[in-house]
């Protein structure tokens, strides 16, 4: 054999070796229905933590790595953070939450889920509060195939408060003093 062919040879042998590693791996069957069940069994879970007020239960429902965009609030990010923040939502709160999913599609390792909630708020001394609100999560299987939350935000359906009303005395007596100023 000579040089030319032994290095010929080399190079084959090398590029089989690396295009035979860069092949995707055969995709792996996926039960859909397990799959859904799973997402909709976590939703379930979420549900029942959240209306017996129980932070720790719900932050186990999380990803450590999990993010939350409440409505009008900063960005909470990490377990434990999501955790202080239910804490401190059901420390000064009684609340419940109706969840109505509208859409859940998987791929892969990857789910979200979107749909309408409606929570009632309770404070420790006042009157309920309803609020209704649409959410977008995604969620993410992890080794061992368990579901977790790994990104959460929701969105008022609700309107915004109402600018307060000027009161027309007030104008009407500003405008009639410009006016008087006007004529001395």
Do not use: H
């Not at 879970?45 to 900063?74: G, H």
């Not at 999913?101 to 001394?125: C, F, H, M, V």
């Not at 080794?143 to 000027?166: F, H, I, Q």
């Amino acid at each position: 054999m000579t040089l030319r062919n032994m290095g010929l040879c080399a190079f084959t042998l090398t590029s089989v070796l690396t295009f035979a590693g860069c092949q995707a791996k055969p995709e792996e069957k996926r039960d859909i229905a397990a799959d859904t069940a799973a997402v909709n069994a976590l939703r379930g879970k979420f549900s029942a933590a959240f209306n017996s007020n129980d932070a720790a239960a719900l932050a186990a429902l999380y990803a450590d790595d999990a993010i939350v965009m409440p409505a009008d609030q900063p960005v909470v990010e990490g377990r434990p953070a999501i955790q202080s923040l239910y804490d401190a939502m059901f420390k000064a709160n009684a609340v419940k939450i109706a969840i109505a999913p509208l859409e859940t599609q998987l791929a892969g390792d990857w789910a979200y889920d979107r749909g309408n909630a409606t929570t009632t708020i309770t404070p420790k001394s006042g009157k309920p509060i309803e609020e209704s609100a649409r959410y977008l999560v995604v969620l993410k299987r992890l080794s061992g195939g368990l579901w977790k939350v790994y990104r959460e935000m929701d969105k008022s359906n609700n309107p915004p408060p109402a600018a307060p009303a000027k009161k027309a005395g007030k104008t009407a007596a500003k405008k009639a003093g410009k006016k008087a100023g006007k004529k001395k």
